[in-house]
Structures are given as structure tokens and as C-alpha cells.
């Protein structure tokens, strides 16, 4: 028997917030993608993942969990740019491509907190705001150069997830 899956990764927590409200809107529990033994029973398969400079967190686990649904697939990349910024359809495009899946994607925006970082993420953003110090009229410069925390979660962009979800048939997107 098959049943949706939710599954997720996430460091500070906006993304496991939307995989929470996702789960709850599907009557199913979202589940920490490395505590997902295996997605062969998942059906639809939905698994959410933040982007960390360029990368989306757990890029291995997720794509060994889409190999392994047997139904229907989508990823859901959270992230603080906006949705239609063309550098995350890349990265989405070039995980599903390693998939070898036909994978639907969405995109949703996060939250982000500069007093809350680990001492790593805190190196790797002093080093991404020198970068945008040069550029400061660009979008991600102005989000970025003041260092306030952003709020960008909301979870009614979860409404598109939720409708393909419900969807049984299989549409191209
Ligand atoms: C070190 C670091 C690098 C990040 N890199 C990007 C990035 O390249 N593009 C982007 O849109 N957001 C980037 N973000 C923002 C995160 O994707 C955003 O804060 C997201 O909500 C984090 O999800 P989580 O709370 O589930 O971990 C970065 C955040 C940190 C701390």
C-alpha cells in the first residue's frame, strides 16, 4: 500500500516549519529525510530542503529517496531569494537531472536569522556580505548588507504543494 510521504531537511528550521504544516494539511507526519528508512511506500513522495550557498542540504539523501518512490515526486526548495530567481531552478534542475526522475518542483522563501548562525554559517555569510558590499544595489544585497533577521516564511505558498498533492493523476508541469 502506498501513502504521501513528507520528508525534510532543514538547519534552522523554516523548512521543517512548512514540512509541518504540510504534513498536517495531508494527514501524514513529516518526517526528518535521515530518519526515512526508505520512500518505497511513499506515494506521492514530497520532500522539502533549503538551499545553503548554492547547495541544497542533503542533496544525496534526497535523490536516493525520489530514486526510491515509486509514484508520483516533488521537491520543495526553501530558500531567502525570491521564487522565481532563476539561479534555484537551476540547482533544483540539476538535482532532479541526477535523479533521473521526472520530479515537479516548487519553490517557497524562508526565514532567516543573522544572530542565530552556527559559527560556520556565520563565516560563510561574513565572507558572501563582502562579496555583496560591491554590488549593494543588487537584490540579495539589499536583503543581506543590513543584517536584520528576514521573515519570509508563509505558509499559504504551501497551497500550490498541497493541490498537487491531492492531485492522483499524473500532470506534466
Ligand atoms: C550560510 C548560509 C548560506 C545561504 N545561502 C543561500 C543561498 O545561496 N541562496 C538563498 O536564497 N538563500 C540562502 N540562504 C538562506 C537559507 O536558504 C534560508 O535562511 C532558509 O530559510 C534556511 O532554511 P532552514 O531554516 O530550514 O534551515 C543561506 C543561509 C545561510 C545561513
Redesign the pocket.
Given at each position: 500500500m502506498t501513502r504521501p510521504v513528507v520528508a525534510?531537511?532543514?538547519?534552522?528550521?523554516?523548512?521543517?516549519?512548512?514540512a509541518t504544516a504540510l504534513g498536517s494539511r495531508l494527514g501524514t507526519p513529516a518526517v526528518e529525510l535521515a530518519d526515512l528508512a526508505t520512500a518505497s511506500d511513499a506515494d506521492p513522495l514530497i520532500v522539502l530542503a533549503?538551499?545553503?550557498?548554492?547547495r541544497i542540504?542533503g542533496r544525496r539523501r534526497i535523490i536516493r529517496a525520489i530514486r526510491s518512490a515509486p509514484g508520483r515526486a516533488a521537491l520543495v526548495v526553501?530558500?531567502?531569494?525570491p521564487a522565481d530567481?532563476p539561479?534555484?531552478g537551476n540547482l533544483a534542475a540539476r538535482l532532479i537531472n541526477a535523479s533521473g526522475r521526472a520530479v515537479t518542483t516548487f519553490h517557497l522563501?524562508?526565514?532567516?536569522d543573522p544572530a542565530r548562525?552556527t559559527r560556520?554559517?556565520r563565516t560563510?555569510?561574513a565572507a558572501?556580505r563582502r562579496q555583496l558590499r560591491r554590488t549593494p544595489d543588487t537584490p540579495?544585497a539589499r536583503m543581506l548588507l543590513p543584517g536584520e533577521p528576514?521573515h519570509?516564511?508563509d505558509e499559504t505558498s504551501l497551497d500550490p504543494v498541497v493541490a498537487w498533492a491531492h492531485r492522483d493523476t499524473m500532470v506534466e508541469e
Amino acid at each position: 500500500m502506498t501513502r504521501p510521504v513528507v520528508a525534510f531537511t532543514s538547519r534552522y528550521g523554516s523548512t521543517r516549519r512548512y514540512a509541518t504544516a504540510l504534513g498536517s494539511r495531508l494527514g501524514t507526519p513529516a518526517v526528518e529525510l535521515a530518519d526515512l528508512a526508505t520512500a518505497s511506500d511513499a506515494d506521492p513522495l514530497i520532500v522539502l530542503a533549503p538551499v545553503y550557498a548554492t547547495r541544497i542540504l542533503g542533496r544525496r539523501r534526497i535523490i536516493r529517496a525520489i530514486r526510491s518512490a515509486p509514484g508520483r515526486a516533488a521537491l520543495v526548495v526553501v530558500a531567502l531569494s525570491p521564487a522565481d530567481d532563476p539561479g534555484r531552478g537551476n540547482l533544483a534542475a540539476r538535482l532532479i537531472n541526477a535523479s533521473g526522475r521526472a520530479v515537479t518542483t516548487f519553490h517557497l522563501r524562508g526565514d532567516f536569522d543573522p544572530a542565530r548562525l552556527t559559527r560556520l554559517d556565520r563565516t560563510l555569510m561574513a565572507a558572501l556580505r563582502r562579496q555583496l558590499r560591491r554590488t549593494p544595489d543588487t537584490p540579495a544585497a539589499r536583503m543581506l548588507l543590513p543584517g536584520e533577521p528576514l521573515h519570509f516564511v508563509d505558509e499559504t505558498s504551501l497551497d500550490p504543494v498541497v493541490a498537487w498533492a491531492h492531485r492522483d493523476t499524473m500532470v506534466e508541469e
